[in-house]
């Protein structure tokens, strides 16, 4: 019998980092379980992390470089597989320009710690302005209110949900995503722990989710309407002189501003658009401002849609305009042991914009609502080829569908993905990673964003399994090819050596030992050092940092970018005087499972058993008004398109809001997912509207998607 052994490791699923605990019996898993010994996650896990062992064994998992020949894939050799990739993305781009190569970088790509070490260089030898990714559907909007107000697009608050007294969050189901840019492993015990020493939580959201179950208060509102709700908060906080901002008064620029700009959001103007009373809205202003401490957080649900970019501004100003920013109990900044911030551009708002409909770039990237376009309008600069790198663009992009068609008339597609999905069933070329049981790990980004300061490594639980290759070898080795070989050849002995010297383990013992707990401080972080602790460590609570780590000139924070200040009188010309729904019409939004992970982990037979989830939900009184009963099928349609779907009945949902999750719709020919395949469901992203964008940033708008509903 083999012997059994313990691997001590943190799951890169989602954002929470939860330690695992991982018996081994040779080449088998025996169990995975949550690591008591992990300072951070004290035992906490989900059901998803046992779906990790599910990605290792997949037999739909490819291993090899596929060529598509016809309808059908053919393996070929790495070697092979590199040159020719790099070859097809040199002859498009010498024919039509360095932009006709577009790049497309999913979400995975930021839990992979070689895409991230090896990701950047590969972006730069690609020249190309044609950059896209999942942020443009995520958390664009947090990154401009970071840039503007304290001058990087990582200067990223954080909810101190440990020792706050009131946590107020607005778009975020953290009891189903186990909470976002606020990594916290075990969510349903500090939500409990908040609320057992006397703290309170008030949820906002369209829909009474899991957390608002838990939460003190609930308030429904109406989808896409936030920014009027935040702008209401901090005019009555400081109409009322509720503010105290403390400290940072001192080094706070801008508060008149903000004070002028939203005068004409009076509770009573925003009432009746919101759907929240006035009386509530200034009930809620005034126990935020009285609070020992509170922290307002918004994620997903405020961040797509079309005042996202206010949205999320208007959170921070509340933190600031009350003295919770940078103060325990409120919104902390990370002092990550591995510092990002030199790896990312402070931020540089529309610095270009796209060809075909104007919308501009954000940190060198463009909002990915343009890329369908930009693939389908011909003209100069058109994209003729495209990069998709641990994503799937068609099933987690509004209008899906549309991007689906373009990718059909590219003349190159290449995807780095272990998976032939619903997007990358259509490349030429298919570069299949190993998978996170088969690598090293560190948390670069996450670590940024966690609500304690801590430290861990992972170190390799298996060798790659046979013919996959790492990411950072994939970039590195198409970096290598497409790096002009003229220019270059006096160097390239150098560059192999450097090459073969930069590997992620070697760069994170670097990034840790120049870090602030390195070889200048007591704790001389190395990855040895991590190593001889595999549970990984504590490096203590949050610590106020301001005004010493803005990178604003002169250190100030900006409380009014003009930017953002400018956009409110689109809010208050389009939202404020929106009429209430047109007839018959309900406002379509997404939500999450604890068993899913966006598009990618229905090929696990024990996340998806049970009951179907990709259901539409319905309030009774929709539903009744339309004739239509629980468990049928119904035809949703929206402006780009049409799905059938099955119906739930329940007044979690408010009236005149649907809700339906998104990353499902499987089954497509091609995609080699059979379980997932099985259980297709639909995709959300066919109703969403690639022309629904904040028009601020061009974040995609999902929230709040108009569509009408009829049985089948
Ligand atoms: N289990 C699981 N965990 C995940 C993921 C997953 O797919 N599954 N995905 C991961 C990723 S990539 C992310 S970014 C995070 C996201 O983390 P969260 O943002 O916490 O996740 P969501 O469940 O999308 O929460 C968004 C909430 O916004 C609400 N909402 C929709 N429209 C509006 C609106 O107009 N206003 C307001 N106030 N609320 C609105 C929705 O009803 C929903 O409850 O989760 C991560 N964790
Ligand atoms: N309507 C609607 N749409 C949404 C959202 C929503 O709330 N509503 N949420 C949005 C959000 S927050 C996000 S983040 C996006 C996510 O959108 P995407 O990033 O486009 O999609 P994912 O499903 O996360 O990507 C999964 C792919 O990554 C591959 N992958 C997994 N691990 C690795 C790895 O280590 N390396 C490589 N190279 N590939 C890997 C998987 O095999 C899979 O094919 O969806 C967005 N779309
Ligand atoms: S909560 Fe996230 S990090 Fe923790 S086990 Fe689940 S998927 Fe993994
Ligand atoms: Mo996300």
Sequence with gaps: MAETRLHFRACNLCEAMCGLRIEVEGERIRSIRGDPDDPFSRGFLCPKATALEDVHVDPDRQKHPLRRSGDGWTRIGWDEAFDEVARRIGEVQARQGPDSVALYLGNPTVHSLGALTHGLPFIRALRTRNRYSATSVDQLPHHLAATTMFGHMLLLPVPDIDRTHFFLALGANPLAS????????GMPLRLKALRARGGRLVVVDPRRTETAEVADTHLFIRPGTDALLLAALVRTILEEKLGRPGRLAEFTDGMEQVRAALAPFAPERVAPATGIAAAEIRALARDFARAESAVAYGRVGVSTQAYGGVGQWLIQVLNVITGNLDRPGGALFT????????LAPRGGYARHRTRVRQLPSFGGEFPVAALAEEILTPGPGQVRALLVLGGNPVLSTPNGAQLEKALGTLELMVAVDPYLNETTRHAHVLLPPTTALEREHYDVIFHLLAVRNTAKWSPVLFPPVRGAKHDWEIFQALTRRLRSPGKTRLLRPLRAVVDRLATPRRLIDLGLRIGPYGLRSAHRLSVSKLEANPHGIDLGPLEPAL?????????????????????LSRVESELLSRPAARNGELLLIGRRDLRSNNSWMHNSQRLVKGPERCTLLMHPDDARARGLAPGQTVQVRSRVGSVPVRLELTDAVMPGVVSLPHGWGHGRPGVQLRVANAHAGVSMNDLTDDQAVDALLGTAAFSGTPVHVTGL
């Excluded at 002092?335 to 030199?342: D, G, T, Y």
């Excluded at 010493?548 to 400018?566: C, F, S």
């Design 547 to 567: 005004p010493e780590r803005l990178m604003t000139p002169g250190k100030r924070i900006q409380l009014a970018p003009e930017v953002l200040v400018r956009d």
């Design 178 to 185: 186990n909470g976002s840019m606020m990594t916290a492993p």
């Design 335 to 342: 002092r990550p042991a591995v510092n990002p911030l030199n």
